[in-house]
C-alpha cells in the first residue's frame, strides 16, 4: 500500500487542526497541529499516554519559565537557561515524565528567547492550542479507523473458548458411546488399545489449534496492551484475559490428556458410574464455556463474571465408585488409564472454579 489507514488518518487530522487554528481569530494555532504530530500514534491508549505527557510538560515548563524568569533574570542568559533546563529535567525524572520534559524545553527556550515580553497572553495561548491538538488527536482515533485490537480479541476468546467447548463435548460423547458399546456385550481387546489411538489422531489435532489459536491471543496481547493506555496491566479487561488465558491452558491441557486416555471398556457398574459422573461433569464445563463466550463478547471495561459453575452431583460421589472391590481385579494399565483421566478431569473442575474465584475479586 502507498498510504496506511494510520498515515492517511494523521494527514487529515492534521489538516483540520491546522485549518481550525488558521481560521480561529487567536494566535499561535500551530500549537496544535505540533501536538497533533506529536500525539497521533497509531493507538488511541498510547495516544492517551503521550498527551499527557505533552501536557504536563508544557504546564511544567511553563511554571519554571515564570518563575526562573523572575528569579534568575540578574544572571546572564546563558546561565540562567541552563540552571533553567536543568531544573526542568529532574522535576522531569521525578514526575516520571519520559517525553514531555522536551515539550518543556522549547517552552523555555521560546519564552525565555522570543516570548519574554508576551508571556501574559503566549503562555495561556500555548496551553490552550496544545489541549486542542491532544483532543483532535484523540477524536480522530475514536472516529476515523478505530483501533480494533481489544475487539478482534474479544472475537478471538470467543472463538477458542467456543473450541474447548466443542472438544469437551466431544468427550463427554466419547464416553457415552464407550457406556453404550459396553452395554452391547463389547469386551476390551488387546487389540483394542491401538483403535482408540488411531481415532486420537484427529482429536490430537484439536489440541494442536486449540494451543495455535492460544498462541495468537498471547502475540496479540502488546496490542491490546497499547490501545488500553496507561498501566495496562492494572486494567480489569485485561487482567480478565489474563485469567482466561491461564484458564485456558490448563483447559487444554486436560483436554489432551483425555483424548489420549479413552475411555477403558466394561460393564463392571462402578465403571459404568465413573464414566457418567465424567460425561456429566465434561458437559457442565462445555456448558459453562458457552457462557464464558457470551461474556467476552459483551462491550465493556471489564468481563462480568459468569455464574458460579456448579459440579454434578454424580461427580460428587465419584469417590464412592472407586472403593469398589472390582477395581481390585483390573490390570495396571487400565487402573492407570482410570486414574488419568479422573486427573483431567478433577483438573477441569479446579481450572473452572479457581478461574471464576479469581474472575469474581477484580469486579467489585
Known amino acids: ?42 493507538t488511541y491508549g498510547n495516544s492517551l499516554r503521550l498527551g499527557r505527557q505533552r501536557l504536563l510538560g508544557t504546564l511544567l515548563g511553563a511554571a519554571l519559565l515564570v518563575v526562573t524568569k523572575e528569579c534568575l533574570r540578574e544572571l546572564p ?61 484523540l477524536l480522530s482515533l475514536r472516529l476515523f479507523w ?21 472438544g469437551l463435548e466431544a468427550a463427554a460423547a466419547q464416553l457415552y458411546l464407550s457406556g453404550a458399546t459396553a452395554k452391547q456385550g463389547h469386551a476390551a481387546k488387546p487389540t483394542s488399545a491401538a483403535t482408540p489411538t488411531t481415532q486420537a489422531d484427529p482429536q ?51 483436554l489432551d490428556t483425555l483424548e489420549r486416555q479413552p475411555p477403558p471398556l466394561g460393564q463392571v457398574a462402578s465403571l459404568a458410574a465413573l464414566r457418567l459422573a465424567e460425561a456429566e461433569l465434561l458437559e457442565a464445563a462445555a456448558a459453562q464455556l458457552g457462557q464464558w463466550c457470551r461474556i467476552v463478547l459483551q462491550p465493556g471495561e471489564s468481563l462480568k463474571p459468569p455464574p458460579p459453575f456448579q459440579a454434578p452431583a454424580s461427580w460428587s460421589v465419584a469417590d464412592h465408585w472407586l472403593r469398589d472391590p472390582s477395581f481390585a481385579a483390573m490390570d495396571l494399565g487400565r487402573l492407570q488409564r482410570i486414574a488419568r483421566r479422573l486427573m483431567a478431569c478433577q483438573q477441569v473442575l479446579s481450572c473452572l472454579l479457581h478461574c471464576e474465584s479469581r474472575w469474581r475479586q477484580l469486579v467489585p
Open 146 to 166: 478505530p483501533s480494533q485490537a481489544v475487539t478482534q480479541t474479544r472475537s478471538q476468546w470467543n472463538v477458542l473458548l467456543g473450541s474447548l467447548a466443542e
Open 77 to 137: 542568559l546563558a546561565l540562567a537557561l541552563g540552571l533553567a533546563l536543568g531544573l526542568l529535567r529532574a522535576l522531569g525524572e521525578w514526575l516520571g515524565l519520559r517525553v514531555g520534559y522536551k515539550v518543556g524545553g522549547l517552552v523555555l527556550v521560546m519564552g525565555w528567547l522570543v516570548h519574554g515580553d508576551d508571556l501574559d497572553w503566549w503562555i495561556p495561548l500555548r496551553l490552550f492550542w496544545t489541549c486542542v491538538g491532544i483532543l483532535m488527536a
Open 204 to 254: 490430537h489435532r484439536r489440541t494442536v489449534e486449540l494451543r495455535r489459536q492460544l498462541g495468537l491471543l498471547r502475540r496479540g496481547r502488546p496490542m491490546v496492551e497499547a490501545e488500553l493506555g496507561d498501566h495496562p496491566s492494572r486494567h480489569p479487561l485485561l487482567r480478565g484475559f489474563s485469567l482466561l488465558e491461564d484458564a485456558c491452558s490448563s483447559l487444554i491441557g486436560a
Open 1 to 42: 500500500m502507498l498510504i496506511r489507514r494510520d498515515e492517511l488518518r494523521l494527514v487529515v487530522t492534521t489538516g483540520l487542526t491546522n485549518a481550525l487554528g488558521l481560521l480561529a481569530p487567536l494566535g499561535f494555532g500551530f500549537y496544535a497541529t505540533l501536538a497533533v504530530l506529536a500525539v497521533g500514534t497509531g
